[in-house]
């Protein structure tokens, strides 16, 4: 596996000088606003542009695959939603990941959830050490909603968890960070951010990953830096869901005003490594 050779103020520079993509397969999307982009020095490594008609299988899985999930369909009881096959549409060259308040009879597992989300993962389909991890997205707005682009290791292990963007519609706030440590004393290295607007249109959310260091991004520019020790490693694969919050703190879960269904909406995922 390759690694990046960038360390410290290096790495944010990197992030924040981008370049264009003169390749087919980084045709110029028409949702986000800049031309595709690509940290300087690295090369495409895998993708989804999700232009077919229905998710690729050699690319992603809907059943989860990591420590903490209580079943293959639904991760832990901070989650309100259990993952369906149905809640994974492809249409108009997009992702839909829909949310939706229709009761469902679960059995991985059993028990009756009162919402749907959908999910998807790379595990043992695709994973990678370091490089630099972008979508282009548009986030649902809604009380309760929880959606989010994040990496866990292909190993099962947890932590690390690189969380890239996950919007907590209650409280309007997108979260990024690093979960590190051994369990049960789990060091969290958080960054949130306000006023992004990633409700009402598109924008793309990256990582830029290398020895000791991450640096998030939107739009190709750095919003959080983290440095240290902590900083993993090891391979790591693309999870990407909806869902709902089920707790009271963050804002708490849905109620009546949260419109359904909804989606997170995804135009393209693409991951690179240095050359």
Known sequence: MMRLRIFGAAALL?????????????????TCTSSPQRPAGMQLSWH????????????????????????GHYHNTSYGSYAVDDNVVLSGGKLRLVTDNKPVVGTDPAGTYQYTE?????????????GYWE???????????WPAFWLIPQDRSWPPEIDVAEWFGSIESMHSGLASGTWPDVRWDSHWATGL???????????????????????????????????????????????????????????????????????????????
Not at 118 to 130: A, C, E, L, R
Not at 135 to 145: Q, R
Not at 240 to 269: H, I, K, M
Request: proline share 9%; net charge neutral.
């Open 14 to 30: 990197l992030a924040a000088s981008l370049t264009s993509v003169p390749t087919q397969a980084q045709a110029t999307s028409p």
């Open 197 to 275: 607007n990633p409700t009402t249109g598109w924008h793309t959310y990256g990582v830029l990953w290398s020895p000791g260091h991450i640096t998030f991004t939107v739009d190709g520019k750095p919003t959080s830096t983290i440095t240290g020790a902590q900083v993993p490693d090891k391979p790591m694969y693309v999870v990407l869901n909806s869902g709902t919050w089920a707790n009271a703190d963050r804002g708490g879960p849905p109620d009546a005003t949260t419109p359904f269904p909804n989606s997170f909406d995804v135009d393209y995922v693409r991951v690179y490594s240095a050359r």
């Open 48 to 71: 989804d542009e999700f232009g077919g008609r229905a998710l690729d299988r050699r690319s992603w899985s809907t059943v989860m695959d990591f420590p903490g999930r209580a079943g």
């Open 118 to 130: 959908g999910f998807i993962s790379s595990h043992d389909k695709f994973s990678q050490t370091y």
């Open 135 to 145: 979508i282009c997205a548009k986030f649902p707005a809604g009380k309760g909603l």
